[in-house]
C-alpha cells in the first residue's frame, strides 16, 4: 500500500515473526535501492528496525523474485488468493513457521509448470486450514457421525465438512459434493505438502473443488473473497493456465 510521498507499508510473512507490516521508505522513488527487492510475492531477506509505530525496513535482499508467477494474470490472481487468506487467517506477530513453508512451497507450484495453480491453491487450502483451526472433516457424517460412503454426499460449510444423505434432508446449508471432488479433496488433505506431486484432474472437478472450498473459507472468515472473482476471470480469459 502506499504511504506518504514515497514510502510503501508492506504486508509481509516471516517465519519466526509471523505476519507483520513494516514501512519501506522512499522505496517509490526511481532513485531507491531497495525497490526491486520488495516487490510483490517475492521471497526476500528483510533487515528490520524497531519504528515507534511500525518497524521500518532498513536492508532488503531477494532471495527468489517469482517473476514468471507475476507475468501470467492466472498465476498471479492466485498468488494474490493465498496472500488474501495468509492475511485473513492469521493475526499480527503471531508465528506460524508452517504456514510460511506452505505459503513459499506453493508460491513455488504456482511459478513452475507442473501443477495447474487451481490444484496447488486447494492443497494449500486443506493444508492452511489445519494450521489455524478450521480443518475440513470430509470422512464422516458430522451429523449423525456415520462414515461417508460414495454416493450423494453433501458439504455443510455451517457443520465444517461432509454430510450424508440422510442427514442433508435437515442440515440448513448443506449442498451436494460429488465423490469426485471428495476424493481430491481427501487426498490433497491426508498428503503431507512435501509429498504433494501433480494429479491429473479434470476440469469440471477443479472447478467443482474451487466452490466447495470458497464456501468453506468464506464461512470460517465471514467475508467474501475477493481474490477468487480475480481468479475467475482470469481462468476464463487464459483457460489453459488455470
Ligand atoms: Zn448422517
Same mark, same amino acid.
Given at each position: 500500500m502506499d504511504f506518504g510521498e514515497a514510502d510503501r507499508l508492506l504486508t509481509v510473512l516471516s517465519p519466526s515473526l509471523g505476519k507483520l507490516r513494516v514501512l519501506a521508505k522512499g522505496? /517509490? /522513488?526511481? &532513485? &531507491?535501492?531497495m525497490a526491486g527487492h520488495v516487490e510483490l510475492f517475492a521471497h526476500t531477506h528483510l533487515q528490520l528496525a524497531r519504528g515507534r509505530d511500525l518497524d521500518i525496513v532498513t536492508q532488503a535482499s531477494t532471495i527468489e523474485p517469482f517473476r514468471t508467477l507475476r507475468e501470467n494474470m492466472v498465476k498471479v490472481a492466485h498468488a494474490f488468493h493465498l496472500a488474501e487468506l495468509c492475511d485473513g487467517f492469521l493475526q499480527d506477530a503471531d508465528p506460524h513457521p508452517a504456514v510460511f513453508g506452505l505459503l513459499l512451497s506453493t508460491l513455488h507450484r504456482l511459478a513452475? *509448470? *507442473?501443477?495447474r495453480a487451481s490444484f496447488a491453491a486447494r492443497a494449500f487450502e486443506l493444508h492452511l486450514l489445519r494450521e489455524v483451526g478450521y480443518r475440513p472433516d470430509l !470422512? !464422516? $457424517?458430522? /451429523? $449423525?457421525?456415520s462414515r461417508i460412503e460414495p454416493g450423494a454426499n453433501s458439504y455443510s460449510v455451517s457443520l465444517g465438512g461432509t454430510v450424508c444423505p440422510q442427514c442433508a434432508l435437515t442440515a440448513p446449508d448443506a449442498g451436494p459434493i460429488s465423490s469426485d471432488v471428495l476424493k481430491l479433496l481427501r487426498h490433497l488433505q491426508r498428503t503431507p505438502n512435501d509429498r504433494l506431486r501433480p494429479v491429473a484432474v479434470s476440469e469440471a472437478v477443479l472447478r467443482e473443488a474451487e466452490r466447495v472450498m470458497r464456501r468453506h473459507l468464506e464461512f470460517a472468515l465471514e467475508r467474501r473473497l475477493q481474490a477468487s472473482d480475480f481468479v475467475r476471470q482470469a481462468t476464463e480469459a487464459m483457460p489453459a493456465a488455470g
Amino acid at each position: 500500500m502506499d504511504f506518504g510521498e514515497a514510502d510503501r507499508l508492506l504486508t509481509v510473512l516471516s517465519p519466526s515473526l509471523g505476519k507483520l507490516r513494516v514501512l519501506a521508505k522512499g522505496v /517509490r /522513488r526511481p &532513485s &531507491s535501492h531497495m525497490a526491486g527487492h520488495v516487490e510483490l510475492f517475492a521471497h526476500t531477506h528483510l533487515q528490520l528496525a524497531r519504528g515507534r509505530d511500525l518497524d521500518i525496513v532498513t536492508q532488503a535482499s531477494t532471495i527468489e523474485p517469482f517473476r514468471t508467477l507475476r507475468e501470467n494474470m492466472v498465476k498471479v490472481a492466485h498468488a494474490f488468493h493465498l496472500a488474501e487468506l495468509c492475511d485473513g487467517f492469521l493475526q499480527d506477530a503471531d508465528p506460524h513457521p508452517a504456514v510460511f513453508g506452505l505459503l513459499l512451497s506453493t508460491l513455488h507450484r504456482l511459478a513452475g *509448470d *507442473d501443477y495447474r495453480a487451481s490444484f496447488a491453491a486447494r492443497a494449500f487450502e486443506l493444508h492452511l486450514l489445519r494450521e489455524v483451526g478450521y480443518r475440513p472433516d470430509l !470422512t !464422516t $457424517c458430522l /451429523r $449423525c457421525q456415520s462414515r461417508i460412503e460414495p454416493g450423494a454426499n453433501s458439504y455443510s460449510v455451517s457443520l465444517g465438512g461432509t454430510v450424508c444423505p440422510q442427514c442433508a434432508l435437515t442440515a440448513p446449508d448443506a449442498g451436494p459434493i460429488s465423490s469426485d471432488v471428495l476424493k481430491l479433496l481427501r487426498h490433497l488433505q491426508r498428503t503431507p505438502n512435501d509429498r504433494l506431486r501433480p494429479v491429473a484432474v479434470s476440469e469440471a472437478v477443479l472447478r467443482e473443488a474451487e466452490r466447495v472450498m470458497r464456501r468453506h473459507l468464506e464461512f470460517a472468515l465471514e467475508r467474501r473473497l475477493q481474490a477468487s472473482d480475480f481468479v475467475r476471470q482470469a481462468t476464463e480469459a487464459m483457460p489453459a493456465a488455470g
